[in-house]
Each structure stands twice: as structure tokens, then as C-alpha cells.
């Protein structure tokens, strides 16, 4: 019923929120929202005392609504002579309100007339509020604190990515070339195959194991193509989650810093084998061959094909040699995380050497391989898993399992990259010009470390030998500063680097280097 008097009344919609059905459970539960509508008319002329009529309520459906206490602000004033906008509101809203709502919604209806309804329903507590605030990840979350920070004089030296002398990032000129090639070409975007681009497969497993490695002519290699390295180690990750049940995974102290949280989610066991010697800001070689000696048979060894991250330090071949003898005694299966081949040393064939010798031994293994490095290809994230297995049939079965992996997680891989690099690849002139500029790339870092060296040696009067910077390779230095000088280096210098003391020269220009040796050597001597 609704009230039609013309003097002296107003008609008022006010929302109220009730909380219907679900019990206390802590997730709340399904229920409804009502709304109702009340008139309201001054009994007396110019009296505060006035008659609430309730004219309609239906409900709102609700997906969940948390225990919470749930305040309304709803209000609507119609012209009192109008009755017509009253009714076209609530008509209105009947149509309106099926809708699902989540713990806070708003919305308006312009009636018939000039009156206009706004409702919130505002909640005071998240159904979220048991989530809390996750830390900044420790390399890209240096990123985000060096855009911040408005010094002019500020480098970041954070994230492993390549920039050139203007410290500007880098698309290859090569990564370009076939890009327009593959416009000229006006390929379509369709779904690949849940394994990917067959082209990319071909080229980037040959690339890693040498296109004439007997390996693969006799098809004992399962590849296929993944979201970068860090994809590709996480399909991985869950394949030995699902049929090597309790294997663990033996990491190098220190790694990379996503590995650990790769295998944590995918819910496979870690544990670490000693690798840096801080007293000789070298390779612990024997304590990485006993931690693997004494793991137990047939784990997992996360190897870092070449350029290790963090350490820029690397077994020599004599060393790798003994690291295959220790791993075949202990029936472990190597698993390599490539992510720098072509980086370290301007070789794309020197860099994959680790892997080549291991596969030439017999030995089955797994390699996860990424071109955000050496192709510059960063955000396209396209990368491989590489199973090799002892018999082209286990191969099959890997393979079809892998798929099987993926394709609850991500369906199939991004096209872009996985053409630019089969298009590299697959053109004699691109490879050439491909290897060239990697070489430059490599050249450029390599010319930053020894300056930042002679920088280091001449400046620092104290007698230390900073050596060690030479010694190391690929992207990065580890300088052994420790988490306090490393927050002197950002908050005195303005240079951002992780907190383990790891330096990417790769953002480093030749301009910079006198500037950056003075950062380290006021951090290292005069912060402990
Ligand atoms: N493995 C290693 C050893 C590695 O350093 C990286 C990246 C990756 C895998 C994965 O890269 P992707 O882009 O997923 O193919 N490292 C640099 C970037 C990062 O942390 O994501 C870095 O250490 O700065």
C-alpha cells in the first residue's frame, strides 16, 4: 500500500540490511539483504513526531555475508505530490535488485521524476581480513623502492636485467627484426598446443643440448615450452611433487632467491648443500660434494647450468666432473636451471658445457631454460622444461605428463616469444646477428666489472683484495656485504641492490663504476 497523501507527508525509501540464514561459521554464508520502504508523514503540522508506514521490502541475494556488522545509508526524497516516482522506484528496484552482491554495494535508480536513490551498504571488516600484508619480494620489490626514490644520482643494480651505457633497457635489434618479419607475415594468435609452438621446441632443445647431440635423434628429450624459467621450474616442481613423492630438491646456499618459494608451493621438500665460502669468497667445493654425498638417494640436485645466481661463482670442468661422479653414485637426477646460456661467457655451446657433459654421461636429467637474458626477452616469458630421459618411450610418457601439468595451470603458453625465438633460431643471418649482440652484451658487462674493479682496488687504501669481482661471471657480483652495508649502499647512496650483497652489473654503466666503488667501500669499511 502506498500513501498518497499530498500535504504535509514525504515518502522516504530506507534500506535496511539483515543478515539471513548461515550459521557462525567464520566464512559467513549465503544470505539476503532486504529493502523497505517507509513513508513518512508529520502527524501534526510543524510536530517532529511523524508515522513510519512500511509500503514493500524484498530481498537482495547475497553470496556471502561475512559476520560483520553491516551499516545502511539509504535514503531518497521524492517529491511528496508524486506518488507516481515512489511506485516507478520500486518497480524500478524490483528489476534491479536480483542481483548478487558482495560485502559492499552501491547502487542508484533515477526515478520517473527528478529524484535520484543512492545506496551503500558499507561493511567496517573484510572477508579478507585474516590475509596479511605479504613483504615486497626481495629483487622485484628493489625495483619498485628505486622508482620511488627521486635522487638523481640513484642506480639500480637490483634485478638481473640487461640496460645499456645510458642505463636505458635493451630490445635486441635482432628480437626486432624478426618481430616485423612476423608482422609482414600476419600470423594469427590462436591457441598454441598445450606443449607449445613445435618450432620453438625443436630450436630451443637444440640449442641446449647441440643440434647434432644423439640425444636428441633418438628422441629421448621431452620438451616443452613454458612461461619462462620460472614456469618452466615450477612445471617441474610439480612433476616430481606427483610421481616422486617425498623426493627432495637439493639447492645451493645461496640460490637464486625464487627457488625456494617455487618448490615451497609446489609442495615439494628442499634442502640446501653448501656452495659460497665466504672466507674465500670462492666455491665450497668440498662441502657441496659431501652435502650431496650424504642427501638421500635419489634426490633432486638443482644445478645452475652456468653464471650462478647469486654467486656469479661456477665449479670448474674438472669440478663439474666430480659433482656428475658424486651425483651418478647416489642415483640423484640433476635438474638444471639455465637461465643465462650465452650470458656468461658470449657462448651460447661453452655455457650449455654443464648440461652436454652430464647428458653425454647416460644420465637422466631435467633442464628448465629461459630467454628473458639472453634474448632480452624479459616480459614475454617464454622459456622450456626439458626431460631427458633413457628411452624415447619414457620421453613420451613424460612429455604427455607434463602437458597434463600444464594445462590446469596456465592452459597453453603465450605465441609472441616463442616465434621470435624459433625465428632466431631457424635463420642462419638472425642466429649470426643473435650471437653478436649477445656477445656484445656480455662484452659490455664483462668491461664494467674490471672497471668497478680497478675502481675498487685503487680507491680502497686499506690492503683488501677485491679480486674475487674479476673471478666472478655472468650478470651479477656478490660482494659480500652484508644486509646493513647493503642498506647503507640504498639509503646513503642511493644505489639499490638485494639485501644478500648482490650487485647486477648488468645495470651498471662504465660512467658509474668510480661512483659505485665509493659506495662499496664506505658500506664495507664503515658499517658493520
Ligand atoms: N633462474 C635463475 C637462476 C634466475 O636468476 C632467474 C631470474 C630465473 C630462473 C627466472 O627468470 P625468468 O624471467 O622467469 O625466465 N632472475 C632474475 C629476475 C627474477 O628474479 O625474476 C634476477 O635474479 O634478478
Known amino acids: 500500500m502506498l500513501s498518497t497523501e499530498k500535504s504535509h507527508s514525504k515518502r522516504e525509501a530506507i ?8 550459521g557462525g561459521d567464520q ?13 513518512t508523514k508529520s502527524l501534526n503540522q510543524g510536530s517532529d513526531t511523524k508515522e513510519y508506514t512500511l509500503h514493500h521490502h524484498f530481498a537482495l541475494d547475497c553470496v556471502a555475508i561475512p559476520k560483520i556488522t553491516i551499516s545502511v545509508m539509504a535514503s531518497i526524497s521524492l517529491p511528496s505530490i508524486c506518488p507516481s516516482a515512489a511506485l516507478s522506484f520500486q518497480d524500478k528496484c524490483k528489476e534491479k535488485t536480483k542481483s548478487r552482491s558482495s560485502s559492499k554495494s552501491v547502487f542508484s535508480v533515477k526515478t520517473k521524476s527528478h529524484g535520484q536513490i543512492t545506496m551503500a551498504v558499507a561493511v567496517n571488516t573484510s572477508r579478507f581480513d585474516n590475509i596479511t600484508m605479504a613483504p ?4 622485484l620489490g628493489v625495483s619498485e623502492a628505486f622508482k620511488a626514490d627521486t635522487s638523481e644520482m640513484k642506480l639500480n643494480l637490483g634485478v638481473g ?3 645499456t651505457e645510458e642505463l636505458q633497457p635493451y630490445v635486441l635489434k635482432v628480437v626486432k627484426k624478426a618481430e616485423n618479419l612476423m608482422l609482414e607475415r600476419g600470423e594469427n594468435k590462436e591457441y598454441l598446443p598445450i606443449e607449445g609452438l613445435a618450432a620453438f621446441n625443436k630450436a630451443t632443445a637444440e640449442l641446449l643440448f647441440g643440434a647434432d647431440n644423439p640425444v636428441l ?37 645461496p640460490t637464486w632467491g625464487n627457488h625456494k618459494n617455487i618448490f615451497n608451493d609446489a609442495r615439494v621438500p628442499w634442502s640446501e648443500y ?23 638417494e635419489g634426490s633432486f640436485v638443482l644445478l645452475h647450468g652456468c653464471a650462478h645466481n647469486p654467486t656469479g661463482i661456477d665449479p670448474t670442468p674438472e669440478q663439474w666432473e666430480k659433482i656428475a661422479d658424486v651425483i651418478q653414485e647416489k642415483n640423484h637426477i640433476p635438474f638444471f636451471d639455465v637461465a643465462y646460456q650465452g650470458f656468461a661467457s658470449g657462448s651460447l655451446d661453452e655455457d650449455a658445457s654443464s648440461v652436454r657433459m652430464f647428458a653425454a654421461r647416460g644420465m637422466e636429467l631435467l633442464v628448465a631454460q629461459s630467454y628473458s637474458k639472453n634474448l632480452g626477452l624479459y616480459a614475454e616469458r617464454i622459456g622450456a622444461i626439458n626431460v631427458l630421459c633413457s628411452s624415447a618411450d619414457a620421453a613420451v610418457r613424460v612429455k604427455s605428463q607434463l602437458k597434463r601439468i600444464a594445462r590446469p595451470m596456465y592452459s597453453n603458453p603465450p605465441v609472441h616469444g616463442a616465434r621470435i625465438v624459433a625465428n632466431v633460431v631457424g635463420n642462419p643471418d638472425f642466429f649470426n646477428e643473435w650471437k653478436e649482440e649477445m656477445e656484445m652484451m656480455a662484452g659490455r658487462i664483462k668491461s664494467v666489472r674490471q672497471k668497478l674493479y680497478n675502481n675498487l682496488s685503487a680507491k680502497d687504501k686499506s690492503g683488501k683484495d677485491w679480486s674475487f669481482v674479476l673471478k666472478q661471471i655472468g650478470m651479477f657480483s656478490f660482494t659480500g656485504l652484508n644486509k646493513t652495508q647493503s642498506d647503507n649502499m640504498t639509503d646513503k647512496w642511493h644505489v639499490y641492490m638485494t639485501k644478500d650483497g648482490r650487485i647486477s652489473l648488468a645495470g651498471l654503466s662504465s660512467a658509474k663504476c668510480e661512483y659505485l666503488a665509493d659506495a662499496i667501500i664506505d658500506s664495507y669499511h664503515n658499517v658493520s
Not at 554464508?29 to 513513508?39: D, E, Y
Not at 612461461?227 to 639447492?251: N, Q
Not at 665450497?284 to 659431501?290: E, K, L, Q, S, Y
Open 136 to 139: 615486497p619480494d626481495p629483487i
Open 15 to 22: 534500506g535496511f540490511v539483515k543478515k539471513v540464514g548461515s
Open 217 to 253: 635423434h633418438q628422441q629421448r628429450v621431452a620438451t616443452i615450452q613454458g612461461l619462462s624459467g620460472t614456469g618452466s621450474l615450477r612445471v617441474a616442481a610439480a612433476l616430481i611433487e606427483r610421481y616422486f613423492p617425498g623426493a627432495k630438491v637439493l639447492i645451493s646456499s
Open 27 to 39: 566464512s559467513g554464508g549465503a544470505g539476503s539483504v532486504g529493502i523497505g520502504f517507509l513513508s
Open 274 to 296: 653448501r656452495y659460497y665460502d665466504p672466507k674465500t669468497v670462492g666455491l665450497d667445493f668440498d662441502g657441496m660434494v659431501a652435502d650431496i654425498k650424504a642427501a638421500p
Open 161 to 163: 636485467a640487461y640496460r
